[in-house]
């Protein structure tokens, strides 16, 4: 177990400028995410902290130790590769406890700490197999074993369950979230995507164009994105962004919405919470942020939430709710209804706004208006 702090942290591969300026610290046990899209640095972020890359410019600390110039086999961290990395040519057993026998630990206590990793992935009954006879999860298992046996200060586990189907990556994420639990550990774990990140961290980091664009818990990072970056990038489906104007009605802040209506464009005034955001703004651009669970079926609706009237143009069942895409401020934009109050395409829908929950940006800067 350990802290880890990464200080002002930059990397250029000759002029490309990788990674800008990266500041991030854990605390002991913690496990954080980095989240982006290919491209964003994250991995090159993580074998820097394994020491499988230089840093260009700042400090990484392991438990306040300085490791730049430590060689990654004494940093005493362990990674877990999305390809498993297991020789072909051992067993389970073998690929397992290769990285002890190369630190001389005796037969016995090695065959111990084997046994008992395999026990904690239920993959005991594997080891006098060869990978080349084992399924994707279970070399994915065997490759986390192979990490677990050596007790590092800190996992890195970069984009682990990409080669994964659908199916055996819920069953590996659930693995992981118990393993962590168990074991609280130090865990640094990459992905581009959000469904993984946002169930496995404690926080999350994300990252566009080697910057950092936002860190905070799942929860942060849902209701209070510092960006449409990060509102757009988090979250499924993504969230409807709107381009709308200031106005005050009656006393009240909040912006004008058109709305789709039997054919014709009508205009809507949604009054906001927190109407200092919308001080001096009156008669002006924003950019609002609506999720499409944040737009319901006017019947689930609260008394204070406003009422629109659309037209649906087309439905999207996914099971146990129905996308129904409407359009508002003149481009498409999703709600989400029970399949049991779905109209059919080309009839109306009342709908209720929750306005709670809405995210106001600056449509200049793209950025939270607080």
Not at 102 to 116: D, F, L
Not at 239 to 263: I, R, T, Y
């Amino acid at each position: 177990m350990a802290t880890l702090s990464i200080e002002q942290v930059s990397k250029a591969f000759g002029d490309t400028q990788v990674l800008k300026d990266i500041s991030l610290s854990m605390e002991d046990g913690e496990f954080l995410v980095l989240l982006g899209s290919s491209g964003c640095g994250k991995s090159t972020l993580l074998n820097m902290i394994a020491g499988l890359e230089h840093v260009t410019s700042g400090l990484i600390r392991i438990d306040g130790e300085v490791v730049n110039d430590i060689h990654p086999k004494n940093r005493d961290t362990a990674m877990v590769f999305q390809s498993y990395a297991l020789y072909p040519n051992m067993t389970v057993e073998k690929n397992i406890g290769f990285g002890l026998e190369m630190r001389g630990v005796g037969k016995a206590e090695r065959k111990a700490a084997v046994r008992e990793v395999a026990e904690m992935l239920q993959i005991e009954h594997l080891l006098d197999r060869k990978p080349s006879q084992l399924s994707g999860g279970q070399r994915q298992r065997v490759a986390m074993g192979r990490a677990l046996v050596r007790r590092p200060r800190i996992f890195l586990f970069d984009e682990p369950l990409s080669n994964l189907d659908a199916k055996l990556r819920v069953e590996m994420r659930t693995e992981i979230k118990k393993l962590h639990q168990s074991l609280k550990a130090t865990m640094v774990y990459v992905t581009h995507d959000q469904i993984e990140a946002m169930t496995l961290a404690d926080r999350i980091a994300i990252l566009k164009d080697g910057r950092i664009q936002q860190v905070g818990t799942p929860a942060q990072i849902y209701n209070q994105p510092a960006n449409m970056y990060v509102a757009g990038f988090v979250g499924a489906p993504a969230m409807n962004f709107l381009s709308v104007e200031v106005a005050e009605q009656a006393g009240d802040l909040g912006v004008v919405l058109p709305v789709k209506c039997v054919g014709e464009t009508v205009k809507h005034f949604i009054p906001l919470p927190n109407p200092e955001r919308l001080q001096g703004r009156i008669g002006q651009p924003v950019v609002i942020g609506i999720r499409p669970e944040m737009i319901l079926h006017a019947s689930w609706a609260a008394a204070t939430q406003p009422i629109i009237s659309c037209d649906v143009e087309l439905l999207e069942p996914t099971g146990a709710d129905t996308l129904c895409v409407i359009e508002l401020a003149g481009q498409a934009a999703k709600a989400r209804v029970s399949p049991m109050l779905a109209p059919q395409p080309g009839e109306m829908i009342e709908l209720a706004v929750d306005t709670s929950r809405i995210c106001l940006f600056d449509p200049d800067t793209r950025d939270l208006i607080a």
